[in-house]
Structures are given as C-alpha cells and as structure tokens.
C-alpha cells in the first residue's frame, strides 16, 4: 500500500478553552484534490496552520512524505514540498509581479541564481500572470492578487499545496478561471487541499470532501455524499443543503440562505 503523502494522528490544539483540533486524524495521498469546508470559526485556516508549520500542535503528530516534521517550523516545510497560499493576498505592493514570485522561489523554495528564475517564470505559466510579470503588484485587482497568491505558494516547488478561500470575491467567470488554474496545477501531479466557501468552486474541482465544526470532522468523503448528511446539513443551515452544491458545475444555482451560511471569513 502506498504510503500517504500527508498524514495528520491524533492532532490537538487548543488556544484557552477555544478547541482547534480535537485528536484529528486524516491523510492525503500525492496527487489527491481534497476540500474542506465548515462554519466561520471551525478552525479551517488553523488548520492549514498546523499542516504548514505555523501552528504547533498541543498533542499528536504531523507526518509529510514519510517523515515526521511535527516540531519543524514552517520554512523547513515549505522546503520540504508544503506550499500555502492566504486569505488575504499580501503582496509586496512596491516590487513587480514577477520580482515578488522571485522571492518566494529563492526565499520559501531555497532556489538560486537561474533555477529560481525559471521557477518563477513557471509559476507565472502556471497561473496566467507571464503577461503581467512587470506590473506593480500594487496596481492588481482582486483576481490577479489571487492569482500571484498562487504563484508565489508554486514558486517554491511544492507537492502539496493548500489554498485558502481563493475564490473569495470573486465573481462567477473569475472563478471559472481560477478552477482550471487549479485543474491544472493537480495535472501536474501537485496535491491540493482546498479550503473553500464557495463551494460550487470545490465540487468543480475536488474528489473528496471534509466537513470541520468543532475541531472534529463531521463528514470525509465523495463531495455529493458529504453534503448530503444530515450532520452536514445542520453544520451549515440546520436543515437542508440544496442539490445545487452537490453538483460539479459553476452556473448551478445556490439559494440564498445556502449562500449566506457558506461565504464569509474565515475567524480562527
């Protein structure tokens, strides 16, 4: 049996009374797309943060590619093959498109001199940023900020890569966009775990579907099956999820109590 390449056991954290993690245990294999989805302050983004290295875990432990990097920090992760994009895209505002996918090439991917150029220039074919390599990341608009997001997190040569809520604000035809972007980064045979409150966006894209609330999973499985359990169900509304969000395409119609329990920040 091939081993997984990402494998979280019995991972607890807490902040105060406030749960994170209730001894979480699941595992990615390489090459697997995966969403998560769960009411504002589940933990999603802390999650991200405990699989990344910014978080450390109070028990349990986090295993990638067969190695146990629990107590590494984040960089030596990402060196590793964990790449991670943010919420809230933080570019360099005053260095261009391509000089800010540069630093994450030699600064997060430990590249230099011609390998990390050509990461970059990569990551931007990847994203559809090449046209836009010399413009002021200050000057991008919503979607292009997403997009060098992207980019920065491929610059450093991951095998997995987590994406948090980059569909956010996005109108319907962007999103599109960035659903083949990332169709296209798993082709490649990068793993995706994809944290996501439009979830039309996720079922476009994933195979697997988990449901977090409460530091624990209340549904892991086929995205249709998941969103279709009464536990899912109550997560997000207390009652019913429409057969909408169990498709795979972008144009399916949300209703809007749906839409207003799954859009929204993430808060822990």
């Not at 990402?78 to 895209?89: A, D, E, F, N, S």
């Not at 260095?95 to 990461?119: C, D, H, I, P």
């Not at 980019?151 to 960035?178: I, K, Y």
């Not at 949300?254 to 207003?260: N, R």
Request: with cysteine; charged share 20%.
């Amino acid at each position: 049996m091939t081993s997984p390449l990402l494998e979280l056991d019995h991972v607890t954290k807490r902040f105060g009374r406030v749960v994170i993690a209730e001894e979480l245990s699941f595992s990615v294999g390489a090459g697997e797309t995966v969403g998560i989805v769960g009411p504002n302050g589940a933990g999603k983004t802390s999650l991200f943060g405990l699989i990344s290295g910014d978080l450390a875990p109070n028990a349990g432990q986090v295993s990638f590619a067969g190695k146990n990097v629990t107590r590494l920090d984040s960089a030596a992760r990402c060196r590793l093959g964990i790449g991670r994009t943010y919420q809230v895209p933080r570019p360099f505002v005053d260095m261009t498109v391509f000089e800010n996918v540069l630093v994450a090439a030699q600064q997060g991917g430990g590249l230099r001199r011609k390998a990390s150029y050509a990461a970059a220039a990569e990551a931007l074919e990847q994203t559809g940023m090449a046209d836009e390599a010399n413009v002021a990341a200050g000057r991008l608009g919503l979607l292009a900020r997403k997009r060098l997001e992207v980019a920065r997190a491929l610059a450093t040569g991951p095998q997995l890569l987590l994406l948090d809520e980059v569909a956010g604000g996005l109108t319907d035809p962007e999103v599109t966009v960035l659903v083949e972007i990332v169709r296209g980064i798993n082709a490649e045979g990068i793993a995706v775990i994809w944290i996501e409150h439009v979830v039309r966006a996720l079922t476009a894209v994933v195979s697997r579907l988990l449901c977090l609330t409460g530091g624990k999973f209340v549904g892991d499985g086929d995205p249709a099956t998941v969103l279709a359990e009464p536990a899912v169900r109550e997560v997000f509304l207390g009652g019913a999820v429409t057969a909408a969000l169990t498709g795979s395409s972008l144009e399916a119609p949300v209703d809007g109590p749906i839409e207003s329990a799954v859009d929204g920040e993430e808060t822990t």
